[in-house]
């Protein structure tokens, strides 16, 4: 949600930063809105006082024993009145909140101008690209010949875009997201959450995800909705909260399943586990001042990639431009892993700063010390990593010309201590 009082100060940055978005400027549109509410308010406010003298006025005529009727009679229009004014200002109100909740958080002043994924930034590469004496096969193609990943049976269950997968590489994705969860917990200081896989309405339109996401995102019969990421259930753990300044940076990550309709990927990725409706991800999330939250970004971008190192993964990190972000993020670095199958780089985790846009929906606040008032706290979330694809960027990576794949070392204890997964093992 937008600073409606930063609109009101400076609306010619407000229609900058949407047009960087490639939308078109709207800050006349809100201020209109925002006119009508405060002359609304404005009326029913002089409506509240005179409602407020009616009942002096009545309490003094019942005291010296006068006729009160005509007084009575006025005090009924009166709060006829106030009630008439009080919900055309609440409809205001919402028609403004409509509007905001609508718009997309505005880029930073270091983000690159661009609508799309052409315009990115290329920031680092790291680690070697791994070198073959065989053509390097895909992974749905390894996981198949390994006989340990089932997209036919999944979609005898399901439908499309769905996996079944057993034994080895049932137990490696599990090793993948505790490995992932330790090196977070133990050596990073985020706090391990189990939340919900469900949530309510509100918890998604915290995040940013409603309404504009909808159909991304699948709902249960009674209203409910899946979570597509477990950034909306961590986020909205300070929903309608005051923090204190002495406690930030929280710092939440959580190993969940996540659902994704993908509505808007029609023909993209269709073979194998890139893009899946069902899929297990390591999510980390901060809640930090505003003045912090530019490191924190860094730091827990940071936090990602040493999964990446730590899996001897070569990567890249790039800049998104401003029409390539999400709609909730002012600020995104996406981590690409290399995938020799694919012969390209591809995203495993994408690391947001959004500000105080998702505080402001949430209404998540901290009071800074020795101050009377309170401030939205600023909220980043990002993938550490997602486990489907990190398992992916594994088989592709470490594959052997006889159909095995190599574990890395640094899952070697969470297997058991098993150094390769065998055809048929």
């Known amino acids: ?21 490639g939308l078109p400027p709207r800050a006349e549109e809100v201020l209109a809105l925002d006119r009508t509410w405060r002359g609304v308010e404005t009326r029913l406010q002089e409506a509240q006082a005179l409602g407020n003298r009616f009942a002096r006025e009545i309490g003094i005529a019942k005291k010296a024993g006068g006729d009160a009727a005509e007084l009575l009679r006025q005090s009924a229009e009166s709060k006829n009145t106030e009630a008439d004014l009080a919900r055309e200002a609440s409809e205001a109100r919402k028609r403004i909140d409509d509007l905001l909740a609508s718009l997309p958080n505005l880029p930073t002043d270091d983000v690159p101008e661009g609508l799309d994924e052409t315009a990115n930034v290329l920031l680092r590469t790291a680690g070697a690209l791994p070198q073959f004496n065989f053509a390097p096969a895909a992974h749905e193609v390894i996981g198949e010949k390994l006989g340990m990943m089932d997209f036919a049976r999944a979609a005898k269950l399901s439908g499309s875009r769905f996996v079944v997968l057993k034994s080895g590489l049932a137990r490696l994705e599990r090793a993948i997201a505790q490995f992932m969860l330790d090196l977070h917990t133990s050596e990073f200081g985020y706090t391990e959450i189990a939340p919900p896989y469900l949530v309510r309405e509100e918890t998604a339109y915290g995040t940013g995800n409603l309404p504009k996401a909808a ?28 923090l204190d300044e002495k406690d930030l940076p929280l710092r939440f990550t959580a190993w969940t399943p996540c659902f994704r309709s993908e509505a808007g990927a029609a023909g993209r990725d269709t073979r194998g586990m890139i893009r899946v409706h069902q899929f297990n991800k390591v999510e980390l999330v901060s809640i930090a001042k505003p003045e912090d939250s530019a490191a924190e970004h860094e730091r827990m971008t940071a936090c990602a990639e040493a999964v990446l190192k730590r899996l001897g993964l070569a990567y890249r990190v790039m800049l998104l431009s401003s029409g390539d972000m999400g709609f909730a993020a002012q600020k995104t670095y996406d981590i690409e ?3 020799p199958g694919q012969n390209a780089y591809r995203e495993i985790s994408s690391c947001s700063n959004c500000g105080a846009f998702q505080a402001r929906r949430m209404n998540a606040r901290y009071r800074p010390a020795g101050e009377k008032g309170t401030r939205p706290v600023h909220t980043l979330n990002g993938s550490g990593l997602a486990v489907g694809r990190t398992m992916i960027a594994i088989l592709e990576n470490y594959q052997r010309h006889d159909g095995a794949v190599a574990i890395p070392p640094a899952l070697q204890p969470y297997m058991g201590g098993q150094q390769a997964i065998e055809p048929n093992g």
Do not use: C, K, S, Y
Request: proline letters at 6%; aromatic letters at 8%; hydrophobic letters at 50%.
């Open 1 to 21: 949600m937008h600073d409606l009082r930063a609109i009101r100060d400076n609306p010619g940055a407000f229609d900058a930063g949407l047009m960087r978005r």
């Open 215 to 242: 159909e991304d995102m699948f709902q249960t019969t009674n209203g409910m909705w899946l979570i597509p990421t477990a950034e909306m259930p961590l986020t909205n753990l300070v929903a309608d909260e005051i």
């Open 337 to 339: 892993v290399w995938l």
